[in-house]
């Protein structure tokens, strides 16, 4: 039997530290709010001259140097984001370029918090259909040039960075299950609604979001799609190692531990120094502990993530 396994991890934050106290001078809020409510205390800010691309390429090539093979290794470019360079081209096609490789397949994919789940439950069934051998599953974004930064409800939420894998063909089993699931009825919680029309910008371009109402809907559907996707894979909670959950707050990845029985040493977390850095948040907190030799080879882990649309997915892997 085909499986895709991961072969090589990379990320690159922006070199530009926004710390909570910085906030605090801009707008009405604390350092001991932000801490308490979200267990955020900096993010990091992409230059100006920073695209989302850019910060694919420098996580991609980690990425790549991991697994040892060159861009022309690569036959399938996956990049979740919700803040593509532009309208069009996909982000994907750029990076490709960037990369200095052609011929691949090359799209975005755009489920925003979710859209590393999507991306690589997209890759891993090319890969498994015999599609592709090789493929590069990034996750990038820019969310600060999305944020009114005098909404003191969002801003301090966000920061910038990617992190990306490679997933390559293998007959040893790496991902056992993923899942993805939506539901537009709440697309109003979490939104940007913003759209180009007649060369202009209608709506708001910048990001909205229910906090509570966000807060409660990933709470329940992140514990439902852990249990789902154990359940897929004929395992169950006792034979998880490791959650790497997405980084949008502290309270809620410790709900989601809590619910699958891990203590918080098991729990990937990386939402105190990054933010909320949406599709890039999973692959950033990979990278982060694969480098650190947190995982052992063998172990089980389980990658949730949860955002606009609203959207939702998990990936359950062997390390
Ligand atoms: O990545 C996609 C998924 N996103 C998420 O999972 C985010 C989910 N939601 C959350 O993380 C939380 O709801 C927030 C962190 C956004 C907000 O935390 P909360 O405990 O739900 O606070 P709240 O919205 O109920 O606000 C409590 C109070 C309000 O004041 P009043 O009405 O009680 O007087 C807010 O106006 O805190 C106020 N507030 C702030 N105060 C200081 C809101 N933002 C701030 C702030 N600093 N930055």
Redesign the pocket.
């Known amino acids: 039997m085909l499986y895709s396994r991961i072969s090589g991890t990379g990320s690159y934050l922006p070199v530009t530290v926004l710390t909570n106290a910085e906030l605090a001078a801009r707008?009405?809020?604390?350092d001991d709010?932000?801490v308490s409510?979200?267990g955020i205390r900096e993010r990091r800010i992409a230059a100006p001259d920073e695209l989302t691309s850019d910060l694919a390429l420098k996580a991609s090539q980690a990425a790549l140097d991991a697994a040892g093979l060159t861009p022309a290794d690569i036959d399938l470019i996956i990049v979740a984001t919700t803040t593509p360079d532009v309208v069009f081209p996909s982000t994907a096609c750029i990076l490709q370029k960037k990369l200095g490789a052609h011929g691949s397949a090359a799209f975005d994919v755009q489920a925003?918090?979710a859209g590393f789940a999507y991306a690589l439950s997209t890759a891993d069934h090319f890969i498994r259909g015999g599609g592709a051998k090789h493929a590069l599953v990034v996750g990038a974004e820019v969310f600060s040039r999305i944020l009114n930064w005098e909404d003191?409800?969002t801003c301090?939420?966000f920061g910038d960075g990617a992190g990306a894998v490679v997933l390559s063909a293998s007959e040893e089993p790496g991902i056992l299950a993923t899942k993805l699931k939506a539901d537009g009825r709440y697309c109003d919680i979490?939104t940007t609604a913003g759209s180009i029309a007649n060369g202009k910008i209608t709506g708001t371009p910048y990001l909205f979001?229910d906090?509570?109402a966000?807060?409660k809907f990933?709470v329940k559907a992140l514990a439902e799609l852990a249990e789902e996707t154990l359940r897929d894979a004929g395992l169950t909670k006792a034979d998880l190692n490791w959650l790497v959950p997405?980084q949008?707050?502290i309270r809620?990845i410790e709900s989601t531990a809590k619910h699958l029985g891990l203590s918080m040493d098991r729990v990937v977390v990386t939402v105190d120094r990054h933010g909320?850095t949406?599709a890039a948040s999973i692959p950033l907190a990979l990278d982060e502990a694969a480098r650190a030799g947190k995982f052992k080879k063998g172990e089980l882990l389980m990658l949730e993530g949860?955002?606009?649309g609203f959207a939702w997915g998990s990936a359950l892997l062997r390390w």
């Open positions: 707008v009405e809020t604390t709010w932000i409510r979200t925003v918090c003191r409800t301090v939420l979490l979001m906090g509570q966000v807060f990933a997405h949008a707050n809620i909320n949406s949860i955002g606009g």
